[in-house]
Structure formats: structure tokens, C-alpha cells
């Protein structure tokens, strides 16, 4: 018999093999990524880019939610073949870290005027409730992170193989139908464990969810790690346990662990998830090192008992899966009654995309009609709290004199787009204009059309505006046109939900990039000729001929 080949190793730690196997893990062997700060504030800032080591500007700067941008005029047929110095602009994407999407008056000035001075004015609000920069010059940092940090915020982990911001959902402990008001766990996982040298080199980036809300805004099946509120059959509140959710190239829905966690043991359950995915997690390709491939090999009954047995030494109690969310937009878009009697009011700017001025707008609004808290939602959204209810109209009325829509058009309301070829390295194609440019058609040609839809833009197939679950999903690539020359486009998902299916790829559906408005309006105006009574875009795809969906 031959010899059995022996299997290669995962680079797991937690199995002996701590030596370096590719050369992100060897820079953060070399010098934990935490330890940058000190040389941006004492080094680069004073010397200059040309000073900053370039293990550090494309490594470990992340861990400070810096990234350098695409140099302008760069097109997307490059962006695979150019190397990182080619690609690299002189100046950053910041990311400003919002757990939970919280931010009171004071924050949200202090950004709108980081923006202002240092950042040509940009802001973007993302899908992880984060607010994103450009234009950021290494010399400025300093002064940025002192004015950031004067009022409570931070960028520390907002990128890297770190664990990134906590989503929450916005409405915590006012939503009138909430399960459970998940701040206090979210705040206790954020100061014990962020900026941590336990949690700072972990395999690759970690995604946390935390939220009692029923419409479930915080997509806990795509995270990493998310705890959704749930009343057991005792009458405890605590939170159902999901983890290794992910989209990307390889997507993946989370597993339920089918345990009940107590919100006093929701940072202890944190923890030894995120220890198993440090020393557990697959070190050796870069591309199989989120959390959901080793979710995939082990399962989640094994998952469940390395996790009580070697992490937290107890088990812990079963517990009921979380209801269905309450309605078919996991959002907070509009005005709402809140449990006090208060109403907050949920508002749309076009596919998260703000600048400096704008941001102190919404702050001296906030101020004058609520409690000057307002926050950030997953769907690059912004909710203003704490507005009586004889002054919610007025709001409104403010609010949609900035063409911040408080009643948006379904196309509006429901349109994300990642931050694509404008700023980002990975990208092909444009994505944000491109999204405002496709609202505006959209809401002329089909003004009635009013049933829940989501159509999501990416410029890449990394999937940071979530393609595989909207009911139109936009893979930027380079495609062929009539003509036979290599322009921007798109290739088509359609029919996918968070917590459903992933969207559907019929063979061949592509679009260019001019002709995506024709072939939006064409296939739903099929589904509305077609569609059953309450049926939605997801289901109808599901049935529909190919040829329909061309």
C-alpha cells in the first residue's frame, strides 16, 4: 500500500503550528498591529508618507481603520494586475468606529468637522453602521484622533484581523417591541475586549452582531458572531447564539449553537468564540481564515461543545430560535412611536453617501427637535430619537429640504452601494454614483412601484454591500458590449434574502453598466405583470422562466 499522505496543516495555533505561513501572518508575528499607533503619531505623521514602512502601510494601519485609496485615473482592468504600490494613492480611507451606530451631538460635530478640514468634506455612512473618510493625509492623523477621541470615539480596530465594530440596532432601549436592550453587553464586549492584545491577531477580520430588535436590523446571519434576543420557556430574556456567518467570494449563513445565553454571560460566550476562531481558525490561505470555513468542517454541535468544554468550563442551557423578523424591510426608515411616547424619526440619504456640512445639519436638527441622539443603521441609513410627537412632521420637512427622505421611494429606501472604484483598491467598477444615478431613474420610470425590494451595488466580488442577499444583487466586473469593446458592468444575483437563499445566478444574466437601468425596469415590471397576490421579487424569481429574468 502507498504510504498516507499526511494532511496539510490549517496553520491553526491551537494545533502547534505557530510558524508563519504566509507573509500577513509573519508581519503580525513581527510587531503586533496595535503597536503602530505610536510610530503614526511619533513617526510617519512628522516624516511623512514616503517615511511610513510598507508593512505597515498595507498591514498594520488597518488596526487604526486607515487604508490607503486607489490612486485616481486607475481603471478596473488594472486592479488585479498592478501591484499595491501602483495602486496606492497618498492619501487614506479612515474609518470611524460606531458601535451600535450610537452617537450624540458633540460626535457627530466632531466628525462633520473632521470632515470639513482634513477630508475635502467626504463622509459615507456603511453597512456596519460605521462613517468613513477620504482624502486623509498622514500628517493630519494626530490632530484627527485628538478630536475624535475628546468626545469618546475611536478608529482603533475599524479594520485588520481584528474584531470590528459591534453591530447594534439603533433602537436599543427605546424601541417600543424590543426583546431586549442589548447595550450594556455590547458596551462591556467593546471596553474589555477592543484594543486588546488577547483579541489583535486573530486569522482574519471578526464581525459581531448584538440586538433584541423584532425586525432584526443587525443581519445576524452574516456575522461572524451575532446574539439575537430571545425569551426562553422560562420567561428569561437572554439571546439565541449564532455564529460563522459570511458573505464575500464563499458565502455562508450562520449556525444556530442552539444555546441560551444569559446577558450576564454574553461577554464570556464573546470571548471564547473569538479564542476559538484565534487559535482554531485556519492561518495558512488567506482566503479559507474567516471563521465560517472552520464553522463549515466542524459544526455546529462540535463548535458548541469546544466552546463550553475548553473556553467558558460550563454548559450552556438550550434555548428557542429567535421569530421571523416583522416585516420584509429589516429597517428604520420613517416615523415611529417609541416606548417612551417619543417618536424617532428614520431618514435616507442616497446609498450612505453624506459629506461635513450635511452632517452638521443633521446634528443642529437633531438638537433642536430631539435629545440630539441620533443614529447610524446597517442599511447606510441615519435615525434622529427622541422627537415628540406634535414635531415629527416639521422634522421631516427639514430633513427632506436636505433630500434626506424621511418617505423614500422603495428604490431609495432600499439601494446600498459599497464604496467601489471612486476610492477603493479592490474595485472594478463605479458603484456610488452609479447607485444615486439608478434611484433617480428607477423613481421616474416607475414611480408607483412600491413593494419591498433591495438592490445592492458592489464594485468587487468581496461582496461589502452584501450582492448575495438583496433581491438584486450587482457584482461589478468588466463586461463585453455590443460593440465588442471591455466596459463596466455588472453580473446579476437576484432573488436573495439574509436568512433565505442567496441570490440566484441565471448563466449569462450580465449588464453593462449603461443598460443596468433598462434591465432593472424591464425585470420588474415582469414581476408586477406576474407576481401572485403578496408575492415578493424573491419568491417570484424562484418560480419565474430564465427568459424572464433576462
Not at 224 to 242: K, Q, S
Not at 438 to 445: D, F, G, P, V
Request: glycine share 10%; with cysteine.
Amino acid at each position: 500500500m502507498p504510504p498516507r499522505q499526511r494532511r496539510r496543516g490549517e496553520g491553526q495555533w491551537a494545533l502547534g503550528y505557530r510558524e508563519p505561513l504566509n507573509k500577513n501572518e509573519e508581519n503580525k508575528k513581527n510587531d503586533d498591529g496595535l503597536n503602530v499607533r505610536d510610530r503614526i503619531l511619533g513617526v510617519y505623521s512628522k516624516a511623512g508618507f514616503d517615511s511610513i514602512d510598507p508593512a505597515d502601510l498595507r498591514g498594520r494601519f488597518r488596526w487604526y481603520g486607515l487604508y490607503t485609496q486607489r490612486r485616481p485615473g486607475i481603471d478596473g482592468g488594472k486592479t488585479a494586475v498592478l501591484e499595491d504600490e501602483e495602486l496606492d494613492d497618498r492619501y487614506f480611507m479612515l474609518r470611524v468606529r460606531l458601535d451600535g451606530g450610537r452617537l450624540n451631538l458633540d460626535q457627530l460635530r466632531a466628525i462633520a468637522d473632521v470632515s470639513s478640514k482634513y477630508a475635502r468634506g467626504t463622509a459615507d455612512v456603511t453597512d456596519r453602521q460605521n462613517i468613513q473618510l477620504h482624502w486623509i493625509e498622514i500628517e493630519s492623523v494626530p490632530a484627527i484622533w485628538e478630536t475624535l477621541e475628546a468626545v469618546g470615539l475611536s478608529t482603533t480596530e475599524a479594520c485588520g484581523d481584528t474584531p470590528r465594530v459591534i453591530l447594534g440596532c439603533p433602537l436599543a432601549g427605546i424601541a417600543a417591541d424590543e426583546v431586549i436592550d442589548a447595550t450594556p453587553q455590547l458596551e462591556e464586549i467593546h471596553d474589555r475586549y477592543i484594543g486588546s492584545p488577547d483579541f489583535s491577531n486573530l486569522p482574519r477580520k471578526f464581525k459581531t452582531a448584538m440586538s433584541g430588535c423584532t425586525a432584526q436590523c443587525t443581519v445576524h446571519e452574516i456575522n461572524d458572531i451575532a446574539f439575537v434576543g430571545v425569551v426562553n420557556d422560562e420567561g428569561e430574556t437572554g439571546y439565541d447564539l449564532w455564529v460563522g456567518g459570511g458573505l464575500s467570494t464563499n458565502p455562508m449563513f450562520a449556525k444556530r449553537l442552539g444555546a441560551f445565553v444569559r446577558p450576564e454571560q454574553a461577554h464570556e460566550v464573546w470571548a471564547g468564540v473569538i479564542g476559538i476562531f484565534r487559535d482554531y481558525g485556519y492561518r495558512r490561505l488567506r482566503s479559507r481564515a474567516r471563521l465560517k470555513f472552520l464553522m463549515n468542517d466542524w459544526g455546529p454541535e462540535r463548535f458548541r461543545e469546544v466552546l463550553e468544554k475548553e473556553y467558558l468550563g460550563y454548559q450552556l442551557p438550550d434555548g428557542p430560535a429567535p421569530g421571523a423578523p416583522r416585516d420584509a424591510r429589516r429597517d428604520h426608515v420613517g416615523i415611529h412611536p417609541q416606548r417612551d411616547g417619543n417618536y424617532y424619526v428614520g431618514f435616507a440619504p442616497r446609498v450612505g453617501r453624506v459629506n461635513g456640512e450635511l452632517l452638521h445639519v443633521i446634528a443642529d436638527l437633531a438638537e433642536e427637535y430631539g435629545s440630539g441622539q441620533v443614529r447610524t443603521t446597517t442599511e447606510q441609513k441615519l435615525v434622529i430619537l427622541d422627537v415628540p410627537e406634535d414635531r415629527t412632521e416639521a422634522l421631516a420637512a427639514e430633513l427632506e429640504a436636505h433630500d434626506l427622505q424621511v418617505r423614500p421611494s422603495t428604490f431609495r429606501r432600499q439601494t446600498m452601494a459599497c464604496t467601489g472604484i471612486e476610492y477603493c483598491k479592490l474595485a472594478i467598477v463605479e458603484t456610488k454614483q452609479r447607485g444615486m444615478d439608478l434611484i433617480e431613474e428607477l423613481e421616474k420610470r416607475l414611480p408607483d412601484f412600491d413593494q419591498p425590494l433591495s438592490i445592492n451595488l458592489n464594485g468587487c466580488p468581496n461582496s461589502c454591500a452584501r450582492v448575495q442577499v438583496a433581491d438584486i444583487g450587482l457584482k461589478g466586473q468588466l463586461v463585453t458590449d455590443a460593440d465588442g469593446n471591455q466596459v463596466e458592468g455588472y453580473q446579476i444575483h437576484l432573488g436573495g434574502a439574509v436568512g433565505g437563499a442567496f441570490g440566484k445566478k441565471v448563466r449569462g444574466l450580465k449588464t453593462t453598466a449603461d443598460e443596468l437601468p433598462d434591465y432593472v425596469e424591464r425585470v420588474l415590471r415582469r414581476y408586477q405583470k406576474q407576481r401572485g397576490d403578496g408575492e415578493s421579487f424573491a419568491d417570484w424569481v424562484q418560480r419565474a422562466e430564465q427568459e424572464d429574468l433576462k
